[in-house]
């Protein structure tokens, strides 16, 4: 990799699933890892010194809504991100092609990124009549960019590829997105295709505008580039090869990534072989337990998600098993549930982080249901604690040669 402060080291293989060490300007990164999703410079619920004690490397923040609130001139009198919100490991920032899905497709085909993302799931039933249709866009996309309107206030603002980076290297993430635009799983071959053609576009106007106007606060950053093409495979093998030709520092994965998580493990079986080796590579949105180990096992580096810490500010606990020793449903609990009330041992007994090794499973029910703000500081903490010992695991069982074995003990019968 050619910025300064930035390499990336293969240091094991297991077949494809990787473990490297990712130098940064604020910090190493051990792959693969997770990034929590801190959308406006904050991750909901939790003090940057909560987040580092329970093993958080690293951060995913917002652009759209950080460009909407506070501004991008403020994150650079600042001095950046970093500075801002008091967190000196590395960020990741988006290009606010994901709130242009939010902002149209999304609202008129009633899919989101985590409700509804993979939408013939539950059952194997794809139910699309109550969805297309059910709401009106706020976009407007053409060759040149996107016209939007703040869900804050209705103002009407312009995005384009070379705004977007302007608005990142004023934010000042260390890896930052070139603008792409996300498409629904509900969209057709035609609008898949024409929309892939589309992001191309932008990503060498992103590449050229960021290579023409270097970073605001003294330390690199570095660009990637996004994959798109839905579940279509000559799209999305296409899309592949386009990004990854164009000279980008890495490479992310995006868009529509099917309507079941077999089309998201297909979709990664043809484009994974298409992606340099030596650069990281970036699974967006994803961080189910089952979708990691399969991603991992494909060659994903890293991985971003809401859910682990959504779910824990609204009382679901990862817990890989039950009381009786049987794998969770979803490997989660609902703490709320009245059968924890007197429950006096910790959501896990073999999870050493400070929740479980302070709070008992009653108290955390106590506070949900009191709607006490503790209860999903407490939730939060112990959520991101699984997941960071999850993929420090998972990185170890990539240095010992016994992945397979680690994901079989996870997803097996």
């Given amino acids: 990799m050619k910025p300064d402060g930035f390499s990336f080291t293969i240091e094991k293989q297991f077949e494809k699933a990787r473990a490297a060490t990712y130098q940064t300007p604020h910090g190493v990164i051990k792959t693969p890892a997770f990034v929590v999703v801190g959308t406006q410079a904050s991750i909901k619920a939790l003090t940057p010194?909560?987040?580092?004690?329970?093993?958080?490397?690293?951060?995913?923040?917002?652009?759209?809504?950080?460009?909407?609130?506070?501004?991008?001139?403020?994150?650079?009198?600042?001095?950046?991100?970093?500075?801002?919100?008091?967190?000196?490991?590395?960020?990741?920032?988006?290009?606010?092609?994901?709130?242009?899905?939010?902002?149209?497709?999304?609202?008129?085909?009633?899919?989101?990124?985590?409700?509804?993302?993979?939408p013939a799931e539950e059952g194997g039933v794809l139910k699309t009549s109550a969805r297309v249709?059910?709401?009106?866009?706020?976009?407007?996309?053409?060759?040149?960019?996107?016209?939007?309107?703040?869900?804050?206030?209705?103002?009407?603002?312009?995005?384009?590829?070379?705004?977007?980076?302007?608005?990142?290297?004023?934010?000042?993430?260390?890896?930052?997105?070139?603008?792409?635009?996300?498409?629904?799983?509900?969209?057709?071959k035609a609008y898949t295709k024409k929309s892939a053609e589309i992001t191309h576009r932008w990503a060498e106007r992103s590449l050229k505008y960021f290579n023409q106007n270097g970073p605001k606060h003294g330390y690199?950053?570095?660009?990637?580039?996004?994959?798109?093409?839905?579940?279509?495979?000559?799209?999305?093998?296409?899309?592949?090869?386009v990004i990854a030709s164009m000279g980008f520092d890495a490479i992310a994965i995006g868009g529509n990534l099917g309507k079941t998580l077999d089309d998201m493990y297909q979709i990664l079986d043809w484009t994974m072989p298409h992606l340099p080796e030596s650069k990281p590579r970036h699974l967006l949105g994803i961080g189910d337990v089952p979708s990691i180990f399969e991603g991992v096992e494909r060659g994903v580096d890293t991985f971003d998600c809401v859910s682990p810490t959504r779910?824990?500010?609204?009382?679901?606990?990862?817990?890989?098993?039950?009381?009786?020793?049987?794998?969770?449903?979803?490997?989660?609990?609902?703490?709320?549930?009245?059968?924890?009330?007197?429950?006096?041992?910790?959501?896990?007994?073999?999870?050493?982080?400070?929740?479980?090794?302070?709070?008992?499973?009653?108290?955390?029910?106590h506070l949900f249901k009191a709607k006490e703000i503790q209860g999903q500081t407490l939730a939060s903490i112990h959520n991101i604690y699984f997941m960071e010992k999850l993929f420090k695991d998972i990185r170890q069982s990539i240095h010992d040669g016994n992945f397979a074995e680690l994901k079989q003990e996870w997803l097996g019968e």
């Avoid at 490397?57 to 506070?70: C, M, S």
């Avoid at 709130?99 to 085909?109: D, K, N, R, T, W």
Wanted: net charge negative.
């Fill in 220 to 241: 690199e950053q570095i660009l990637y580039g996004i994959i798109q093409g839905g579940a279509f495979e000559d799209i999305r093998t296409e899309s592949a090869q």
């Fill in 133 to 188: 249709g059910s709401g009106k866009s706020l976009v407007e996309i053409n060759n040149e960019g996107v016209s939007f309107r703040s869900h804050i206030d209705g103002s009407k603002h312009i995005f384009n590829a070379e705004k977007s980076i302007a608005i990142q290297r004023d934010i000042g993430a260390d890896m930052i997105l070139a603008f792409d635009e996300c498409t629904s799983p509900l969209h057709d």
């Fill in 311 to 365: 779910n824990a500010r609204n009382g679901g606990l990862l817990k890989r098993f039950d009381d009786d020793g049987k794998r969770t449903n979803k490997f989660r609990i609902n703490i709320k549930n009245a059968r924890f009330t007197n429950d006096t041992r910790p959501i896990d007994e073999d999870c050493g982080c400070y929740t479980c090794q302070h709070y008992s499973r009653g108290y955390l029910r």
């Fill in 49 to 118: 010194e909560q987040a580092k004690e329970a093993g958080l490397q690293l951060i995913f923040a917002n652009t759209y809504h950080l460009y909407l609130r506070p501004g991008q001139e403020v994150l650079a009198n600042h001095g950046g991100i970093h500075k801002f919100m008091h967190w000196d490991r590395p960020i990741m920032t988006d290009s606010g092609g994901f709130q242009v899905f939010s902002l149209g497709a999304s609202i008129e085909h009633g899919v989101g990124k985590i409700a509804n993302i993979f």
